[in-house]
C-alpha cells in the first residue's frame, strides 16, 4: 500500500515504472480504493481513461511487482498494490514468502490484502511441485457486517 511519506511518482520509480500521468493517476485511484480493484472498477472511477490504457497500465504494475492478481471467485481478475517490502515473482522469492490471505465480501464484492495472515503451508502429495496458492476467505467485510446488526 502506498505510505503517506512517499509520492506516487517516487513508488513508481522504486519499482523501476517511468512516471507518466496515466501511472500517476491509476496508481493514486487504487490507493485511495482501499481494496483490491478490477479493470472494470478502474474504467468506471476513470472515466477518461480508455480500457485498453488501464489494461497496459496494470500489466506493467504487475511485471514491475507494483501489483499483484487475486482471483476471488468473483469472476473478474482483481488488482491490488504491493506493500513496499514486497518481492513477489522477483528470481530470488521462493514463491511464497510474500503470499498472504485475501478475503472477499459477499455483500459488496469488495476484496481485500489481509497481509498480516499468511497462506497456510500445505503439503502436497510426492510427485506434485506448487509453484503458487490462492487463500481467499468469503464473508462479510466490517462496513456490510456493521450494516447487517
Known amino acids: ?3 503517506p511519506m512517499h509520492t506516487e511518482e517516487s513508488i513508481l520509480q522504486s519499482r523501476d515504472i517511468k ?3 496515466m501511472r500517476i493517476l491509476v496508481l493514486r485511484t487504487m490507493a485511495e480504493m482501499g481494496s483490491a480493484v478490477s479493470l472494470s472498477d478502474l474504467e468506471a472511477r476513470l472515466s477518461t481513461a480508455d480500457k485498453s490504457t488501464l489494461f497496459r497500465t496494470l500489466t506493467l504494475f504487475l511485471a514491475h511487482h ?3 492478481c487475486i482471483d476471488d471467485g468473483s469472476g473478474f481478475t ?3 498494490l504491493c506493500s513496499s517490502d514486497c518481492h513477489c515473482g522477483e528470481a530470488d522469492d521462493d514463491g511464497f514468502s510474500d503470499h498472504h490471505t485475501h478475503f472477499f465480501c459477499e455483500r459488496c464484492h469488495r476484496t481485500f490484502c489481509l497481509r498480516g495472515l499468511p497462506v497456510p503451508e500445505v503439503a502436497v502429495p510426492m510427485g506434485f511441485q506448487l509453484h503458487s496458492a490462492n487463500y481467499v476467505l468469503k464473508g462479510l467485510c466490517p462496513s456490510c457486517s456493521h450494516c447487517c446488526r
Open 19 to 21: 512516471p507518466t500521468a
Open 78 to 80: 482483481k488488482y491490488a
Open 1 to 3: 500500500m502506498c505510505h
Open 66 to 68: 507494483l501489483v499483484h
